[in-house]
């Protein structure tokens, strides 16, 4: 069993920057890819990014590249998220999450997912 939660949510202007974290309870944590999801009001959740168990592959939603940043420390248990250049499209609940199943070079689907922490708000004003 996995526990996450996230953490670093706020508000902030266009074209700013904001860190999010995931810390994750539990001694799987580094055996497993994980991911950033969003959910914007009145919208479906959706996948920005990925990182491979290792940190060494890391994948990202069209919408988010060259802009954000996924990491992980397996040492601390923690998820990262770096947000830059953030834009009012942006605003969204953000979601980290564990893939525990799926095809192995997939890592887009939400079903893969599992262990979904509670969710930081992130608010990017004009």
């Known amino acids: 069993q996995v526990q996450l939660v996230e953490s670093g949510g706020g508000l902030v202007q266009a074209g700013g920057s904001l860190r999010l974290s995931c810390a994750a309870s539990g001694r799987t944590f580094s055996s497993y890819a994980a991911g950033w999801f969003r959910q914007a009001p009145g919208k479906e959740r959706e996948y920005v990014a990925a990182i491979t168990w290792s940190g060494g592959m890391t994948f990202y939603a069209d919408s988010v590249k060259d802009r954000f940043t996924i990491s992980r420390d397996n040492a601390k248990n923690t998820l990262y998220l770096q947000m830059n250049s953030l834009k009012p499209e942006d605003t969204a609940v953000y979601y980290c999450?564990?893939?525990?199943?799926?095809?192995?070079?997939?890592?887009?689907?939400?079903?893969?997912?599992?262990?979904w922490g509670q969710g930081t708000q992130v608010t990017v004003s004009l």
């Open positions: 999450a564990i893939k525990i199943r799926g095809t192995s070079g997939v890592y887009s689907s939400q079903s893969d997912y599992a262990y």
